[in-house]
Every structure is written in C-alpha cells, then in structure tokens.
C-alpha cells in the first residue's frame, strides 16, 4: 500500500504547475505550491500515507463540514435547512449574486460561502469564542488530534482582507437568514477556516464519516450515523464547489476541498482519505490532489457513483 500511494503522489507531483496557490488571502500565498501530501486511514484503524504527509495546512472550507456537524447534531436538520438548503449551485463558492437573485434569499447549501456563514451563525452559542471552542472540540474528536489549533497568522489575514464574505453576510442579516452580530460571527468562521491540520488528521476525520460517526483511532462515537449519512450526501453533490460534478464523473466519491489545498475524501464503511497540494485550479480544487485522488479511485476501485 505505501509503495502504491507514494508512486501515485510522485506522479501527480509535477501537476503543480499548472495551477497557483491562492492569494487573495495573503497568508495563503505563502503555501508551498509544489507540496503534496496523500494519507489513507480504515474504518478498521489501518493508517498509510506518502509524500509531504506532515505538511501543515489550515483546512479552510474543510472546517464547513465540522460546523454543519455540528449544528445538525445540536438543532436538527429541519432548524439548520430552514435556513440554508441542500442544493448544488453552478456559481463559485463566494458567489453573491443568486444569493441576491432568488426570491427566496437562502444559500443554495452549507458548503458554498454564504451557507457555511449561515449555518455558524446558527450555532447556539453566545460570541465568537465560545462558537470557536464548539468547533475545535469537534474537529479535535473527529480526528483524534486533540493539539489541533488555529493557525493566528492565517486567521488575521483572512479577517482583514475577507470583504466578499462581509457583503454575503450583511446581506443575509437583511434578509434575516443570518442570526446574531455579523462580525462576531464572521470572526468565528474566519477562526474555523485558519484551523491547521495535517493529512493523516483529516484521514481520520474522512474515515470517521465514513464509519457513520465512530473514530476508528478513539473508538468513540462522535458523531450519528443519520449526521454522517447527510454530510456525505452533501459532500457528493456539493463538496467540490462548482467542479462536483466534473469530480463525481472522474473520482466517484463525496469528498470536500478547501483552498488551502487540502481535499478530505470518504468510501463509505471503507476508508477515509485526505490529501494536500497547495497548487489550485481556477474553481479552487486542489490540481494534484484532484489527481491523486483520481488514480487512487481507479486503482483501488473505491467508485460508489
């Protein structure tokens, strides 16, 4: 298995440059755009991983699985999809303007921008840091790495720059969507985006969705296997902003992008998967991880769609 997964990383290595790392976050710009990184855990607790697999990245729109987790297990679906739906969209993930189109201004899902902004807003806690506090307790227990924290330098630089995201949610407190003091809930999704992780802790938390919610390194179930069954759907349909469905023709499992390069992916009752290459293509995906993850499906026969 490490041979197989550190031969597929070396061969979708030299794909970096045909894409660029993100800089209009100006900490993200700093990433290392040749760096990939592909780890593999079981739902059986069998770990493997290849190339730059202690790469430090902040998992950014990643953390929007966390959130909504954890907004479906405090409040339920019918609260959190009363107020964002499930629907893919064509338009990019920081897309304003359906958002302003529709006669019913409700983000088409959880996992575009204006959606994630949404659903943190609804979490039932008081400001910004104890919103925080929820989300790094859980993305600690999905991946068994109770030392993850947010990344401060990144978190400042996406606080001070993130003006899209501020027209998005002054927008949704007009139309009532969003709940609360908007820049305080801002600052707690500025904070979840900045968590840094490594591969091998989002392959942990890919194999804990993919075991309906029990960590398979802690044993402890962190999640139903009803929330697990609605994150992976949404992750299939939605996961890879407006590329999902280029991705589910190539790869053919729910996985979910960041732009920090990171890409966590899921084989239901087999696996999770995670990978790193900071170099993006223009929809925001990862351009070796998209790659990796395509020939990992191919030779492992991991397709569910």
């Known amino acids: ?30 990433a290392q755009a040749d760096a990939l990184g592909l780890a593999v855990m079981t739902v059986e607790g069998e770990g493997h991983s290849a190339g730059d697999r202690d790469y430090p990245f902040s ?16 409040l339920g679906e019918e609260r959190v999809f009363s107020h964002v739906g499930v629907d893919p969209t064509p338009d990019p993930f920081n897309s304003i303007m359906r958002l302003e189109m529709d006669r019913v201004h409700r983000p088409y899902n ?6 994630a902004i949404a ?22 227990r999905l991946t068994a790495n109770g030392t993850l ?54 392959a942990v938390m890919g194999a804990t969705l993919a075991s309906g919610g029990i960590n398979p390194v802690s044993g402890e179930r962190v999640l139903s296997t009803r929330v697990c069954r609605v994150i992976r759907a949404l992750m299939a349909t939605c996961g890879m902003y407006d590329g999902s469905g280029e991705f589910a023709i190539r790869v ?24 790193c290459g900071p170099s993006l293509d223009g929809k925001g995906n990862s351009i070796c991880g998209m790659e990796v993850l395509e020939e990992l499906s191919r030779s492992m026969r991991l397709r569910v769609f």
């Open 119 to 140: 659903v943190i807003s609804l979490l039932p806690y008081g400001e910004s840091e104890s919103r925080t506090a929820a989300v790094l307790d859980l993305a600690r």
């Open 252 to 275: 053919g499992i729910p996985a979910k992008s960041g732009v920090g390069g990171g890409i966590v992916a899921v084989v239901p009752r087999r696996m999770g998967i995670a990978v």
């Open 1 to 30: 298995m490490d041979e197989m997964l550190t031969a597929i990383v070396d061969a979708a290595r030299p794909r970096f440059t045909e894409g660029k790392v993100a800089t209009y976050i100006p900490e993200l710009g700093k």
């Open 59 to 74: 998992i950014q729109s990643i953390s929007k699985l966390i959130s909504l987790a954890l907004a479906l297990t405090e």
């Open 110 to 115: 959880p996992l575009v921008n204006a959606g």
């Open 149 to 202: 924290a947010v990344n401060e330098s990144i978190y400042r630089s996406e606080k001070t720059t993130s003006d899209r995201n501020r027209a998005l949610a002054y927008f949704m407190k007009s139309t009532a969507i969003l709940k609360g003091d908007v820049e305080d809930v801002l600052d707690s999704y500025f904070r979840q985006c900045s968590i840094e992780a490594a591969v091998g802790d989002l």
